[in-house]
T-cell receptor
Framework: SQQGEEDPQALSIQEGENATMNCSYK?????LQWYRQNSGRGLVHLILIRSNEREKHSGRLRVTLDTSKKSSSLLITASRAADTASYFC????????????FGKGTTLSVSS | GAGVSQSPSNKVTEKGKDVELRCDPISGHTALYWYRQSLGQGLEFLIYFQGNSAPDKSGLPSDRFSAERTGGSVSTLTIQRTQQEDSAVYLC?????????????FGNGTRLTVT
């Protein structure tokens, strides 16, 4: 399988702490995307990082990409209860080269 | 529209019945995807449409599943003779570019329950 694998599967932290989620993949990629999903809702795109980029920021989010290790990390700084959600990375395309393949996600719980 | 719209939001059906799920993508988006998500799981790819090209149906789990996209816009996913294992949330997404080159915009999904 070429899908990304998120780690850890579940993460519980206190408000104000930082949360780090990791994604590993198996083959070369053109870009990697991170998504968030609140319970019972669709996925929301967070960040797209291209293979020639090493780091990208968006507000309290920081994504890094290490193509030599085939891994990416999503850091959420100064977490809030509203950050409670599942986070998914999407890396490779399926064999037909059309659709993104998603991992099983990391479930983040932020308690106040 | 402002985003991807899916209907119905919830559907309860009896085993053996047919169901139709609808997706209205963002205007101007050429790529449209259907995924399926079972409870606590990741997304399972079902089918992909890009412009006038033949759809990628490689993810459809059986011949009971089919989808069409009329006029390059609205898409309908049909499940015939539903089974209990078809129960899941069906998510539709559209993107400006295909093949993962641009962000996917997801609808809120249709939660299908087969009794």
């Amino acid at each position: 399988s070429q899908q990304g694998e998120e780690d850890p599967q579940a993460l519980s932290i206190q408000e104000g702490e930082n949360a780090t989620m990791n994604c590993s993949y198996k083959t070369s990629i053109n870009n990697l995307q991170w998504y968030r999903q609140n319970s019972g809702r669709g996925l929301v795109h967070l960040i797209l990082i291209r293979s020639n980029e090493r780091e990208k920021h968006s507000g309290r989010l920081r994504v890094t990409l290490d193509t030599s290790k085939k891994s990416s990390s999503l850091l959420i700084t100064a977490s809030r209860a509203a950050d409670t959600a599942s986070y998914f990375c999407a890396t490779d395309l399926n064999q037909a080269g059309t659709a993104l393949i998603f991992g099983k996600g990391t479930t983040l719980s932020v308690s106040s | 529209g402002a985003g991807v719209s899916q209907s119905p939001s919830n559907k309860v059906t009896e085993k053996g019945k047919d169901v139709e799920l609808r997706c209205d993508p963002i205007s101007g988006h050429t790529a449209l995807y259907w995924y399926r998500q079972s409870l606590g799981q990741g997304l399972e790819f079902l089918i992909y449409f890009q412009g006038n090209s033949a759809p990628d149906k490689s993810g459809l789990p059986s011949d009971r599943f089919s989808a069409e996209r009329t006029g390059g816009s609205v898409s309908t996913l049909t499940i015939q003779r539903t089974q209990q294992e078809d129960s899941a949330v069906y998510l539709c997404a559209s993107s400006l570019l295909g093949q993962g080159a641009s962000p996917l915009h997801f609808g809120n999904g249709t939660r299908l329950t087969v009794t």
